[in-house]
């Protein structure tokens, strides 16, 4: 682990094995961090903010660093990505065009805003008063982040809060410590200060507890489930700390009658299906007019067929394990309730055959879902599609929202209007129009409603690892002359 610019073991020894999930092989062991070793990390960050070279350096010297990084991360594309592949379960095709690609544009992306952070001075009626709104660091921050992306998520909480003159300390996931550690070195190595930087390896419920409760940490920022990030923001709330939350999502795709039924057909497999469902973005509610239904579930049926599972560092596979035996457990789960309550499985929910190892799951799909299923209100993190139909826009939308969560959602129209028109009624931080997933570095991303607090990316994701100030200048001395009779002239 990183702690203070020295690369350390945990104080109690103990370390945790870490497994590749697409054949159950050890791929590495880590430190198993606790909370003498997260308090030991908070100190070195505290210490670094405080008295530091970091903080006080100008915002386009940190900028440079964090494209300096970005430039690192691209020279060692090919063997992150297979990493990332590795250690994530995601096939080696979208680590290696997606996951990298993103990492290094992203990180590039705030070193460049980094330059943005400037004292801004006000107008005011005045003579001879100066007031400038300062964008300040907020101090030490804790980024824990989720096994999905680890690389990526890793980004989103480092960069930008390094970015802005803070310092960090970032848990990983259990499962996926390794990229974010390799961003570590690589940040060392781009000439980032001893202690700006901190990543501890260990578990949520020890390790992310001490982070988030802790009177020395200043904001907390967390990416995961619902769950967890309303026990995150307790545990934050004793000391008030700053808060973001990217947490779960049920995203709808909403086929609107007038869809280019090919590019839909192209777009639900991608929402429903990208890295094994596990994406809090994954589109898992299908929302087809009833007349479009029948022909639309056939072709999606033939499409999902289609789909290689395998191991994820062939070129040739387009769905990987899911992380862990106790997800697929948890999916296999949800599957069986899906049944139970009268959905139609009509394609999916085994384990495939011919991949005795690795925690494989078919993708599937339910037709005849209800919005009031088990399956079309929770959260399943895994590869299960829920089909329901609808009468009317209206009638769209209002499923569109029936539920606690509002991340993302999706609208499928030829008409880009009538598309527009509904996406406005939909309740969720991002909305796409013929597209689902893609995220750009310079937009906000975010959840209405359960699925978070604050905002990532861009400018909005910048500012949120900010204090304001005003600072006010009285250049003439005049300010206190009369004071509102309060205090007497001299």
Request: charge should be negative; proline fraction near 6%.
């Amino acid at each position: 682990m990183l702690i203070g610019g020295a690369w350390v073991e945990s104080t109690s020894g103990a370390s945790q094995d870490i497994q590749d999930p697409s054949d159950e092989t050890l791929l590495a062991s880590v430190p198993l961090a606790n909370r003498e070793d997260a308090r030991a990390a908070i100190d070195a960050a505290r210490d670094a903010f405080d008295t530091g070279p970091w903080p006080r350096t100008p915002p386009g010297k940190r900028g440079q660093v964090l494209v300096r990084l970005a430039e690192l991360l691209q020279a060692e594309t090919d063997r992150l990505a297979e990493l990332e592949a590795r250690n994530a379960g995601k096939p080696i095709r979208q680590a290696s065009i997606a996951d990298l690609p993103m990492a290094i544009e992203h990180t590039g992306h705030f070193g460049r805003l980094a330059s943005k952070l400037v004292d801004e001075e006000l107008e005011l009626p005045d003579v001879g008063i100066t007031t400038r709104v300062l964008r300040e660091p907020i101090g030490v921050c804790a980024g824990i982040i989720p096994w999905n992306f680890p690389l990526l998520m890793a980004v989103w909480k480092v960069a930008p809060a390094l970015a802005a003159g803070n310092t960090m300390v970032l848990k990983p996931a259990t499962y996926t410590p390794l990229t974010a550690l390799e961003y570590a070195r690589l940040a060392e190595k781009a000439g980032l200060p001893p202690g700006a930087l901190n990543v501890i390896t260990g578990s949520g419920h020890e390790v992310g507890e001490e982070l988030a409760a802790h009177p020395s940490v200043d904001k907390i920022a967390f990416t995961g489930s619902t769950k967890i990030g309303r026990a995150v923001m307790r545990n934050a709330s004793d000391t008030l700390k700053r808060v973001t939350l990217e947490l779960g999502g049920k995203a709808p795709m909403v086929i609107l009658p007038n869809a280019d039924q090919d590019e839909a057909l192209r777009g639900a497999l991608f929402g429903a299906f990208l890295h094994q469902g596990q994406v809090c973005l994954a589109g898992t509610r299908l929302l087809l007019p009833s007349a479009m239904r029948e022909s639309f579930l056939r072709r999606l049926r033939q499409r999902a067929e289609s789909l290689h599972l395998g191991p994820t560092l062939s070129w040739e596979t387009d769905m990987g394990p899911l992380i862990s035996a106790s997800q697929r457990d948890r999916v296999e789960a949800y599957v069986a309730q899906g049944v139970e309550e009268g959905a139609a499985l009509v394609h999916g929910g085994r384990r495939p055959p011919g991949l005795p190892k690795g925690y494989y799951l078919e993708p599937t799909i339910f037709d005849d879902v209800t919005p009031e299923m088990t399956i079309a209100r929770e959260e399943i993190f895994g590869p299960v599609l829920s089909v329901m139909t609808y009468e009317t826009c209206a009638e769209a939308v209002e499923m569109a929202n029936a539920t606690e969560y509002g991340l993302a959602a999706s609208v499928w129209s030829r008409d880009l209007k009538e598309a527009q028109a509904v996406a406005r009624d939909i309740r969720a931080g991002t909305v796409w129009v013929n597209q689902h997933h893609i995220l750009s570095c310079a937009a906000p991303h975010g959840g209405y409603k359960q699925s978070g607090v604050g905002r990532e990316l861009g400018i909005w994701g910048l500012y949120e690892y900010t204090e304001v100030k005003h600072l006010f200048l009285d250049e003439s001395g005049e300010a206190m002359k009369d004071a509102f009779g309060l205090v007497q002239p001299d």
